[in-house]
């Protein structure tokens, strides 16, 4: 984000900032304590929960990622109990209004502080008051019940579906993952504005699922990890920054791949296999690709191998010509077959161009079986900018970054200044799918930017298998498998 962005940001929050501070000030001073407390981080969290009558430990919950903002939305709660702010309404308007309706509060001569909310005094002198009618009791759990569903999508797990072949079949179409937002450290929504539970789209309508007049700057709460090259990665899928849809960057499609790349890596990838700073990466051991497969004439493919092997994507061609995608078990069962006479992988030959792979640039010969070398850029490095280079990292710096770029003849101007050079502020990633023969990834697109991360896909809970011709389509040998 650049600094015009982030001085807007905090010129919009500072004056919000401020009136929750006069609010809790003036309330503080209703019940009896200095104002000045409320100018405290922390202590002024400790002094409400005096005021409220709830012990001091809870403070220690607040450094826990995701138990202090329910711990923190209590704590308020309790605390504007204590002046008689009891309905649902208020309750709401004291966590999503605060800055409008704690000064107002604390304004208002009629607001007084009616002692500890959480004593049984309290409950036994406003015990009317504080009775719940059914509707509320009813209206209250679905509340909590879609905030504490929310946090925890949003903080700690999210279930997942796999949607296409691309990693195939490391994992298969109809498998149902949970995937950790705590090892990568959750992502706080940059668009917070949105319908809960939906994505992008609303089910049914089909209209937007979020306001995008409101967003915030990237930032991530601490992980257990950084993403390693071999993780299972569910990420928002970066195209869709561009026309027609321009969705902010957390609203975004989701695209589950494996990282083959790391920041600062230098990644080549011949005949198909992936080489990491002049290294062969390991190959997913049950990923797919495309094999040519030549049977014995008069021989055809039964539905039953078809479905033992796992064959896909099959194209016929003769009687004894196919093309399809396997696995290396497939493909060496398969030529332990005595009807079939040629098994060999369908690599693409070196040098040979494909417009549609990475950069889309004449100067790079490069196709899906071979490219690169390239190197994946890093948060502070620094790339020389020239004819060659640009093609490769004009999108980080442009739509990513958020610079203008502009080439006229020879000059390159960033943001209005002549550069020769740019230094990187995020981390980058190079993701391919375990079917290599049928997978859009960064072959295509290129890098996924650090702020696209969504999490670590962990294990599958259910995989339910609509192609296969039992009556029992669950695949019970996947049930809670971990994925590697």
Same mark, same amino acid.
């Given at each position: ?115 500890? *909310? ?15 009618? %059914? ?28 949607? *296409?072949? %691309? ?15 705590? #090892? ?27 306001? &995008? ?26 195209? &869709? ?21 790391? @920041? ?30 030549? +049977?014995?004439?008069?021989? #055809? ?10 064959? %896909? ?45 990475? @950069? ?6 490069? #196709? ?42 020879? #000059? ?14 995020? !981390? ?13 990834? %960064? ?23 609509? +192609? ?8 019970? *040998? ?5 994925? !590697?």
């Amino acid at each position: 984000m650049n600094i015009a962005f982030y001085a807007g940001f905090y010129l919009i929050t500072a004056p919000l900032l401020i009136l929750i501070t006069i609010g809790f000030w003036k309330l503080f001073q209703k019940a009896g304590r200095p104002g000045w407390e409320a100018l405290i981080p922390i202590y002024n969290s400790y002094i409400m929960l005096k005021i409220s009558g709830r012990p001091w430990w809870l403070l220690l919950l607040l450094v826990l990622p995701g138990i202090n903002i329910i711990v923190a939305a209590g704590i308020i709660v309790d605390f504007v109990k204590s002046y008689g702010k009891i309905s649902v309404g208020q309750l709401a308007s004291a966590i999503l209004l605060p800055f409008i309706y704690l000064p107002l509060w604390g304004f208002d001569k009629q607001t007084r502080y009616l002692g500890p *909310s959480a004593s049984a005094e309290f409950h036994e002198k406003y015990q009317k008051e504080l009775k719940k009618s %059914s509707a509320r009791e009813w209206t209250e759990a679905v509340v909590f019940a879609i905030v504490a569903a929310t946090l925890i999508r949003m903080l700690f797990i999210e279930a997942y579906v796999i949607p *296409s072949a %691309s990693m195939e079949s490391s994992l298969l179409i109809g498998d149902y993952l949970f995937v950790s937002k705590v #090892n990568y450290g959750a992502r706080i929504p940059m668009t917070p504005v949105a319908f809960p539970f939906a994505h992008h789209t609303m089910p049914l309508t089909g209209t937007k699922a979020y306001w &995008d007049g409101i967003k915030l700057p990237y930032f991530r709460l601490p992980g257990l990890s950084e993403v390693k090259k071999g993780d299972v990665v569910v990420f928002n899928y970066p195209m &869709d920054a561009d026309s027609p849809l321009y969705r902010p960057v957390d609203k975004r499609e989701n695209y589950i791949k494996r990282c083959q790349g790391t @920041p600062g890596d230098t990644l080549s990838l011949i005949d198909a296999q992936v080489y990491i700073n002049g290294n062969a990466a390991n190959t997913p051991r049950h990923g797919e690709m495309e094999y040519a497969v030549k +049977t014995a004439a008069g021989n #055809n493919f039964n539905r039953q191998i078809i479905h033992e092997l796992h064959l %896909s994507d099959i194209q016929q061609f003769t009687n004894q010509d196919y093309l399809m995608n396997m696995t290396v078990q497939s493909a060496e069962v398969l030529k332990g077959d005595a009807n079939i006479k040629v098994v060999r992988p369908n690599i693409g030959l070196r040098g040979v161009y494909d417009p549609e792979i990475f @950069p889309h640039d004449s100067h790079y010969h490069w #196709n899906v079986d071979n490219l690169g070398p390239i190197i994946i850029p890093k948060k502070g490095w620094t790339v020389k900018l020239d004819s060659l280079t640009l093609p490769l990292y004009r999108r980080a710096i442009e739509v990513y970054e958020n610079n203008k770029l502009e080439v006229t003849g020879n #000059n390159i101007t960033i943001n209005g200044k002549k550069a020769n050079q740019y230094t990187f502020k995020l !981390n980058y990633y190079w993701m391919m799918g375990d079917n290599r023969h049928n997978s859009e990834d %960064s072959r295509f697109w290129g890098f996924v930017p650090e702020d696209h991360i969504v999490g670590k896909a962990l294990f599958i809970w259910m995989s339910w298998d609509v +192609t296969s011709p039992s009556a029992n389509k669950i695949r019970w *040998s996947r049930l809670f498998r971990a994925i !590697n």
